[in-house]
């Protein structure tokens, strides 16, 4: 049998994509009994991606200096990355329960580009963000959540947005520059599903 691996599938993420993501690692990975010694520290690791995201948000205003500093920052983050996923697999051999719990992917999943669960796009109007969820089958509504500035830690930090049955929604009236994360989940006849992998998006 194939020996399961870590994915690396993260290095083609959007760098709004990825700072979600790596903040979904470090918080899967701290204080977690699998790992208890990274061998890069996490808060190393957090102060990385503070780094990237501020440089994000930085380079919105065009200029090349901050564009070239956010493209640094992510080559960075990128690296730190890389090295807790190999540590990841050198502890997790090849279990898929242990590299799950890490937050990263593995080799089983589907390698082909899939619709993300959710995506979030300008809207129609200034202030305004466009989400656009993965149908489910059966699915009689969507419930849809969003934080603004930070990821949350707990389920209760999130704001409810709105619940509605199509699998689509726009938010307005939003901070303009403004961070917001968003995520949403599937109500079905057999209950309501885990809430989709959080999306970062800044606002225009």
Known sequence: MKKIKVLLDFIKLSI????????????KL???????????????????VDALEAAFVASRDGS??????MHDNEVAANAIFYKLA??????????ETKILSSGFHESRQPISRQKPQLSAADGANTG???LIAKAVDRAGA???????????????EWVL?????????EISGLTVGGKYYF?????????TADFSAPVLKVVV
């Open 16 to 27: 709004a994509e990825k700072i979600a993501f790596y903040r979904n690692i470090i918080a």
């Open 30 to 48: 701290t204080d977690n009994p699998t790992y208890p010694t990274p061998e890069v520290p996490l808060t190393k690791a957090k102060a990385a």
């Open 64 to 69: 090349h200096s901050a564009i070239s500093a």
């Open 86 to 95: 190999a540590y990841v697999e050198k502890v997790a051999e090849g279990d």
């Open 128 to 130: 305004s963000v466009k």
């Open 142 to 156: 969507y419930i849809w959540q969003s934080a603004k500035e930070s990821l949350p830690v707990e389920d209760s």
């Open 161 to 169: 947005v709105a619940t509605g049955t199509r699998s689509y929604h």
């Open 183 to 191: 995520r949403v989940a599937a109500v079905t006849p057999d209950g």
